[in-house]
DNA sequence: TTGTAAGCGTTATCAC
DNA sequence: GTGATAACGCTTACAA
């Protein structure tokens, strides 16, 4: 099992030059008008010897690496998890290799990230940013590289995005909540300077403004897309005189927070607090009360991504056309929120 | 902003070589002794110009990519996506970066990622096996490419491979059920060749052998590590003769699925049914009814699968020397399991 | 129908 | 202290 891994030598064995050997392996076999049997011959030869081309010199000489980057904020939260895998899935059907990268949900990871990925000259780069600063990464966009940004996006910054529509979506949760009979709904919110949070945020002002309901600033709470921080908001929330009769949380992870609270608290679901969140959950249904949640097409946003990072890469698209895309949220109505009178 | 991105370009801006460039900038200045003013100069001047080195043409030269591969079965099971960011963080502390691959479960997808990554020149291969075959696993290894198998190993079969005890965890398991007073326990499996999966219902069936009680097949039972297959054969048990009073569930996924079912069926747990589930997850906590789990350690799994891997990478040791590690799982009661008379 | 040779951007060997 | 130059394995003009 001599394993060749060199068309040098795999053309010497078969006494041809590396042109014909590399002509016939890479397709072009009928376009340099190759004879059946040489072809053949070199065919055989490559799968008798187990012989695949060497990606490093073939991009060197072609400056085409057929990986792009992908960046995250933290792989371990399935909303990113999920959209990793659909950006793999899509990938993989380009015959294009995905090198994944994890921030940490910490700038300067992010900023040594995006140079790195550049150096391993990925021919393009998916990033959720952290969400506050983003010169990193239009610099780099402007250097040529292609670049799209999910989830995250900055707004009124040449940068293509594809995010959720999360201004209808917060605006909705709150909407069906009023609809409910709530009045007195408290926010728990992710990252603030984040965009997506801040339009969540904005949507449930919008609702309660729309519905003739003061907002009360004190009850829009938190500063993290964890479990962590859901859990001590809620008891904060329910320390404070006249407490909220629904809470809208911004994040799955802040949700589990949120129920963990709740539990220790003594209170039940919806009897005592009715409960919207963000990110619908392959365990959304099975939690404790079946939680009505707001559903991201997460799947699309991948597949997207790809497809437009790839309009950039194959300029279809000359590089100062800015794709930026919303997709719908929807509700998806459980029993975690309850009408009251 | 005029980025320089070939080393000759700079060397030729400061009037240098690009030997004497590459030297510094590889950090062997002083081992070269290049006067601290050139060395000065040339580091100004990279980042001046942005430069930084191309690692393709780099890794063409001295044949390391500072990459590995990852190829797992499912991202979108929180199982595998724990492990791959633990991976890619342990990486990230050794400067290499991870190039992620999901074969979906599936044979051939796996089959041919290996082949891939090696196009790529990857420096090693991790592997969550789709775990039924190893032939074409092995056959990679042997050519010389460190690779580490995690999860689904091959027992009696010449490959490093990272698991969790899983024969322990089983019998823990049961065992635990067991001294709560069960005795008709079903078992809801996932891929039955896989070797976790075999491993953990040997587990269950010694832990029932040495309490005396006899094992009955037909509550052995499913086929895949789902939520659909959770919820099918939970269907099935309850509507035979005798139905179990406890359920060991061999993934986190399959114990979602039960869930749904048990609710259909009008049960309650642990009342009607107590059930314990294999891979304990941030929402076991908060699920309808607290669910009691066997913990494997994930964050661990994705550490020793790096070092093990830089073991072979760093030729610390032998290739013919071979790392086993099986990691004890612990088990975390919650409310699912009621102990009966 | 096939082959020769240049060149992709580095690093390493040898020379001065 | 610094510099020419070969070589890594491939693709691609250009030749034949």
Known sequence: MNNVTDINKLASILNLSVTTVSRVLNGKGKKYRISQSTSQRVIEAAKKYNYTPNRIARSLKTSKTDTIGLIIPDLSNPFFADIALSIEKELRIREYSLILCDSSDDYNV???LINL????????IIIAPVGTKHNHIIDKYKTGLPMVVIDRYFPNIDLPYITS???????DAVNYLISMGHKRIACIQGIPQSQPNRERVDGYMEALKQ???EIDESIIIGHEFSIENGYRQTHILFSIDNPPTAI???SNLICLGIIKAVK???LKIPDDLSLISFDEQPYSEYLWVPITTIRQKKKEMGRLA???????IDNKVPNDKIFNIKLKTDIIPR???RRIN
Request: glycine share 14%.
């Open 110 to 112: 992010e900023r040594a």
């Open 335 to 337: 029993d975690s929120v």
């Open 211 to 213: 519905n003739g309901i």
């Open 248 to 250: 809208f949380a911004l």
């Open 165 to 171: 529509d999360n201004y209808q979506g917060g605006m």
């Open 264 to 266: 220790e608290i003594g």
């Open 306 to 312: 790809v497809d437009v990072l790839f309009n950039y």
């Open 117 to 124: 990925l550049s150096s391993y000259k990925v021919e393009g």
